[in-house]
């Protein structure tokens, strides 16, 4: 980072990209510039560059996570040697003190700013794999084929209960209903067969699909959020961004509340985290003795529900990290017991 020589505060829009330089040297801000955000834009912005006397090596660009709007932009620096940081929008905003005043200039402006006061706390962006982009979009359509299908299951026992039956709408929805789950097979072995090919994951997917609870969905939802466990396993910082981790709220003598998860994080893998340890409960049975001794001490049943799920992405991580299958009814040793004998 210390090699920079040149900041650049991108706001994307859907149809523009608005951009503010920051010379390292001279410690100064240029004015705001816009650009359509096309190739024809992209490049424009690189000529300014090399026209500045600045090679990509030295620039840094910072942009805030705007979805598909900036996907193109990222893709396009990258390869052209640009380093890249994207940052969560919230986080830019907490950094300065709240202004009802919003234009892009102003945005760009500031991200530029944060990206110079916050140089050495930047986490640097990179293409993720094309089995990770694939893995997103089979996820997100399967998420809304499932809304939809829950829908049309809804409005056809409405209309099956109607004194009055129209048959011709009871049919169209059973159609409907039926296409919806023949396309919802068709992606999960879509998801299967990817990453079954691919070098890297399949192993890995092995070990998860290997832990009782852990199905398609939910070995590749893991997968996806932690780009193959990249930055390693750890169960604690996993059910803390998934938002199913006790934290605790204490401070001075005026706050003193139970502990509780912060109430958000990836709601398809709480989702999916939530029916796996409810098949814990139902078919493992030391889950569900654990369950119903937490009950009978008076415990909240989604809370102990929540504290399997805490269990279960242990376990996961455990798997993950020796690199070992899911073993049935294995019994840790105490290390001083095997040390002194």
Sequence with gaps: MDSKKLIIGIDVSADTFTWTPYE???????????????????????????QQEYTPEQ????????????????YWLSTRKFTLSVEPPQKVKRAFFETFKKTDELDSRQIAEYAVRFLDCLTLWAPPRELIEHLQALLSTRDQLSKQSVMNKNILQMLQRKYIRTHTAEKSLEILIQQIKEEIKKIDKEISDRIKTDSTFAPLF?????????????????ILMTNGFEQGADPRKIASHLGIAPHPRKSGSSINKHPCSRGYGSDRLRRLLYLAALSLRTHQDVFKKYFLRKVDAGK??????????????????????????????????????????
């Excluded at 705001?32 to 912005?45: I, V």
């Excluded at 620039?59 to 990222?74: A, F, K, Q």
């Design 24 to 50: 390292v040297t001279n410690k100064t801000y240029g004015s705001a510039t816009t650009f359509p955000n096309t190739p024809e834009g992209f490049e424009n912005l690189t000529q300014w560059v090399i």
């Design 59 to 74: 620039t840094l660009i910072c942009l805030e996570n705007t979805g598909v709007y900036n996907h193109t932009l990222c």
């Design 206 to 222: 092995a070990l998860l699909v290997s832990v009782p609870g852990v199905g398609i969905l939910l070995a590749s939802s893991m």
């Design 300 to 341: 909240n049943k989604r809370l102990v529900l929540n504290n399997i799920a805490n269990k279960l992405v242990r376990v996961i991580c455990a798997v993950v990290n020796s690199r070992t299958p899911f073993i049935d009814n294995f019994m840790s040793v105490n290390p001083m017991i095997l040390k002194n004998s």
